[in-house]
């Protein structure tokens, strides 16, 4: 079992040559490694301790893989290799009852095949709202045309109208504003703007995390408020953050220059650089920009964060509840690399095979993390 899980993990590669002997003690393990969906499978559900059927993982093996691997393989290899697999299974349930653990909920493997929701939204105006899924659509809101079309919306203003876009947790949206501008809403994130820029500046107000990339207008500055901090633009690509709860709001400027004022005190960014503001302190600080905007291309990537920061990632991504005991996480600071077109089992198991401190289970709709 610790083979594939290295070999799933990316720890051990088909050519290592630990992984040539482990294939010549039994050839038939072969086409383990031509299935990987099925072998994700099978780790994830032993890791996660979930109760097993042999009936139906027999069904499935043979209805997932059996027209897959006749082709490469004759019958004998096939019997097995299945058998390889239910040898496997059955080793972990019997594990389980020696241990005496508890099967979890049967929405435990639905959970564990979950990804985030993708493009979802919600945009309000005038008293009314309208969901957006992403699919392509025109409809009439607060007395103008909306135009969904490729996963991002936009508003063809005829009348002054206020708009709010809100992403639940799971989800993110991608919308264009009056200017041209580009604003990009991680999860559990919102942005309200007018459908119309007039006056001396176009501003915007946020909250959660949002990325802008910003065309260029001088004579009118894009103007950013959170809350906490008000960031002035003239024309970049940026990503601000200010959740809810968390006790930072950031600023991450990629490119161009943003001025960032909190408190009476104001500080300009240049390219790198990321304003930190935590209650009336402002500090800048050199950091690297695609750990704090490659949530936009769907990767998480955190280097020697807090546990407590990626779970609440995670939670947010997922739509998923987080239960452990926060002086156990205190201190405790992880590099990850995960990718949103994972399963949520498969994310689980990038952490524990990330540590050997905590593990992870997921039970139903929440991941409980316990310490070693």
């Known amino acids: ?38 072998l994700r499978r099978v780790v994830e559900e032993w890791r996660l301790q979930q109760s097993f059927d042999t009936h139906g993982m027999w069904a499935r093996i043979t209805q997932d893989t059996a027209p897959a691997i006749v082709r490469h393989r004759p019958i004998r290899t096939l019997w097995r290799a299945a058998a390889a697999v239910l040898l496997l299974v059955a080793g972990a349930y019997w594990l389980m ?27 309000q105006a005038g008293g009314k709202e309208v969901t957006l899924h992403g699919k392509d659509s025109s409809f009439m809101l607060g007395g103008n045309r909306v135009d969904v079309q490729n996963g991002h919306m936009q508003v063809a ?8 876009l809100r992403t ?20 559990q994130s919102s942005i309200s703007y007018p459908s119309v820029f007039t006056g001396v500046e176009r501003a915007v107000t946020v909250t959660g995390e949002v990325y802008f990339e910003v065309a260029a207008k001088a004579e009118q500055p894009f103007v950013v408020h959170t809350g906490t901090q008000d960031i002035t633009v003239l ?4 990503c601000v953050r200010r959740y809810e709860g968390e006790q930072q709001g950031l600023t991450t400027l990629v490119s161009g220059k943003v001025k960032v004022q909190t408190a009476g005190k104001d ?14 302190q402002l500090q800048v600080i050199q950091v690297d920009t695609e750990e704090f905007t490659s949530w936009k291309d769907g990767w ?35 590099t990850c690399y995960i990718n949103k077109e994972q399963g949520l089992g498969e994310c689980i198991q990038s952490l524990n095979n990330s540590t050997n ?16």
């Open 1 to 38: 079992m610790h083979i594939l899980s290295a070999i799933l993990s990316g720890e051990l590669q088909p050519e290592d040559p630990v992984v040539q002997s482990w294939l010549q003690e039994d050839p038939a393990r072969a086409v383990l490694l031509e299935e990987p969906g099925q």
């Open 97 to 123: 009852q020696r241990t005496g653990q508890n099967s979890p909920a049967a929405d435990t493997l639905a959970a564990a095949q979950q990804k985030p929701a993708g493009n979802f939204a919600i945009l």
């Open 157 to 164: 203003a005829e009348k002054p109208e206020q708009y709010t």
């Open 168 to 187: 639940p947790r799971g989800a993110n949206y991608q919308v264009q504003l009056p200017d041209g501008s580009k604003a990009w809403l991680n999860a």
């Open 235 to 238: 024309g970049t690509a940026f």
């Open 267 to 280: 500080q300009v960014l240049q390219p790198g650089q990321q304003a930190v503001v935590s209650g009336n």
């Open 300 to 334: 998480i990537r955190f280097h020697n964060k807090p546990l407590t920061a990626i779970l609440q990632t995670i939670s947010r991504w997922y739509d998923i509840d987080i239960k452990a005991d926060e002086q156990q996480l205190a201190g405790q600071y992880f």
């Open 357 to 372: 401190q905590f593990s992870f289970l997921l039970q139903g709709p929440t991941i409980t993390v316990t310490k070693k």
